[in-house]
């Protein structure tokens, strides 16, 4: 399909009159067109278009469709339908009263034509930079980031149901892809095993019969992995995903001791960690994760917003990963995408998830204040609020030598990496003058002399200063504005089901994101335009009852 629409639309005179006379107090979609115009313009897409072929439909109207249907949580049926009867849409999208509307499939179409191009971040971004260059964002002000669990658009299984389905699955794909070759050797026996899903089963209950299953199901698929790897068979089988898939879950849940003998499955903790460890044939880059009391399985996505007092709160990042990402492995990414928008704010509060010293130097590299609490300091010492941690020593760093709490000097600095390749400093203090010391008890449990480990000059000083600031009373005035987040998440939650995928894949999950992103943004400047206040945390009608404290 080639792209031949015009450049931009101009709202007809009878939809206009009588989208006042409904709405003579406005609407949200007809505020937005009223204050900013086409949001979008059709040259925006020219890239994801070939230069013949039959017309498209102009895909700048189906962005700002895209953009209305994730604002209200749609499904492409009910867009569509919107797109037909609602006046306030056919305002914003400059349509005829009269305007047929199109196939719901064409919405379908229209994010694998993003994908396919690699402009999953189009429709967000194209909406942030209009909003900057309208003075709704600012940059250096004040952002916060937070995430949550993002649930898989699958059914999640135990791991003999896990194993059945992969096997099913490839079964399945190769029915459809290479059925003569399949039934030419397929034994009879798979198709009363692997006909129906394996969630319709009553599997056995005791220990050693699940295990003789699965090492049935394992042999089965060894032997399917084996006709597939033999030179007489197609080539091309090797590369079908679904057998792929197969030999992954196969690698990570069997073992064989002897190729006559039948598969055995794996205990679970001969398993792989669970950034690998597959946990479903129809969602393969689906993790599994637990954070405090959660579990799921699926992604995560980190959300990043303005915060400041005067303008409208926007999302300026959306950041989707596998589950089990540490937080604070992404908050450098954030900022790097909020450099490359212009956007770094001066104030970046998070929670303790996002702070490590190395993410505190970075920041201050950037100019960028990190909010949030740090880890507490390591060592009984201090965790007994009675001994001498590390922040208790006097640390000369030219001289590369620690003076202890009783004025002793350090015998051994020694710069090394840690575990993590961490830059750290070993120091050692004599035995004698340790064993001398009169407040032994409070710095050494051993018998051997005080040692610390502590990190690189500028994240020892980061961290030591985050630490200290994390009791001041500035510091907890400017962390409590890290909880809005939350209403953040709640309304993606809400109006788009945030918490719970859409789509197969990470990279249709990332798209689903950055659209709720944009339709959020979209929905939150239309409601300050209208000067809607910013809503506040609900309290119960008991807690409202509560009396205040004097």
């Known amino acids: 399909m080639s792209l031949r629409a015009p450049l931009f639309y101009v709202i007809p005179a009878q939809t206009e009159q009588i989208a006042h006379a409904a709405f003579p107090k406005g609407n949200p979609y007809m505020r937005m067109r009223d204050t ?15 230069t013949d072929g039959q017309p498209a439909h102009a895909p700048a109207q189906l962005a700002l469709i895209t953009i209305m249907q994730f604002a209200e949580g749609l499904s492409d049926a009910q867009t569509a339908d919107s797109v037909r009867g609602r006046i306030d849409w056919k305002y914003a999208l400059a349509l005829e009263l009269t305007d047929p509307g199109f196939d719901s499939s064409i919405l379908s179409a229209f994010r694998t034509r993003l994908i396919a191009g690699n402009a999953e971040l189009l429709l967000f971004e194209t909406m942030l930079t209009l909003f900057r260059e309208q003075g709704y964002v600012k940059t250096r002000g004040r952002q916060r980031t937070d995430s949550t669990h993002i649930l898989a658009a699958i059914q999640v299984r ?15 794909v190769l029915a459809t892809t290479a059925p003569e070759w399949l ?65 992954q879950v196969w690698v990570q849940q069997f073992y064989a001791v002897n190729p006559a003998e039948p598969m ?18 129809y969602d393969p ?7 405090r009391e959660t579990e799921w399985v699926g992604y995560k996505v980190h959300l990043t917003e303005t915060c400041d007092a005067k303008l409208p709160h926007l999302i300026t990042d959306v950041l989707t990963t596998p589950a089990t990402t540490p937080d604070h492995a992404v908050i450098g990414i954030v900022q790097e995408q909020l450099a490359a928008r212009d956007l770094l704010p001066g104030e970046h509060v998070v929670d303790a998830g996002y702070v490590t010293a190395e993410r505190l130097v970075d920041s201050q590299q950037q100019a960028i204040d990190l909010v949030g609490p740090t880890t507490p300091e390591p060592g009984w010492q201090a ?51 340790c064993r001398a010391c009169p407040v032994r008890s409070k710095c050494v ?48 939650t809400r109006i788009s089901d945030l918490r719970r995928s859409r789509y197969v894949g990470f990279v249709k999950t990332r798209l689903l994101h ?30 409202k009852l509560a009396p205040v404290p004097m």
Request: hydrophobic fraction near 40%; charge should be positive.
């Open 383 to 433: 965790k007994a609020g009675e001994g001498f941690g590390a922040s208790c020593f006097v640390i000369d760093w030219e001289a590369q030598r620690a003076t202890c709490p009783h004025g002793k000097t350090s015998v051994i600095w020694k710069e090394t990496s840690d575990g993590d390749r961490h830059e750290v400093v070993n120091i050692r203090f004599a035995t004698a003058d």
């Open 183 to 247: 039934t030419a050797w397929v034994p009879a026996g798979w198709f009363e095993r692997y006909s129906r899903p394996f969630a319709e089963y009553r599997l056995p209950e005791g220990k050693d019969k699940r295990y003789a299953l699965a090492a049935q199901i394992g042999t089965d698929g060894r032997a399917l992995l084996t006709r597939i790897a033999d030179p007489s068979a197609p080539t091309w089988l090797r590369a079908v995903p679904a057998v792929e898939i197969l030999r």
């Open 445 to 492: 449990a051993s018998t051997r002399s005080r040692s610390l480990t502590i990190r690189a000059h500028d994240a020892y000083v980061a961290l030591q200063t985050a630490r200290q600031r994390q009791h001041t009373d500035g510091f907890k005035a400017t962390y409590r504005t890290r909880a809005g987040i939350e209403g953040t998440i709640s309304q993606g």
């Open 285 to 291: 880059e689906a993790r599994y994760s637990k954070k």
């Open 36 to 50: 900013l115009g086409p949001i979008f313009t059709n040259p925006d897409f020219a890239h994801l278009f070939p």
């Open 514 to 543: 950055l659209l709720i992103g944009a339709a959020m943004n979209f929905m939150r400047l239309a409601a300050w335009l209208a000067d809607v206040p910013h809503a506040q945390t609900r309290r119960s009608a008991f807690a």
């Open 158 to 172: 135990n791991r003999l149901e896990n194993i059945g389905e992969s096997l099913r699955h490839a079964l399945n």
């Open 264 to 281: 055995c499955w794996r205990v679970a903790e001969d398993l792989p960690p669970a950034p690998l460890l597959i946990s479903s044939p």
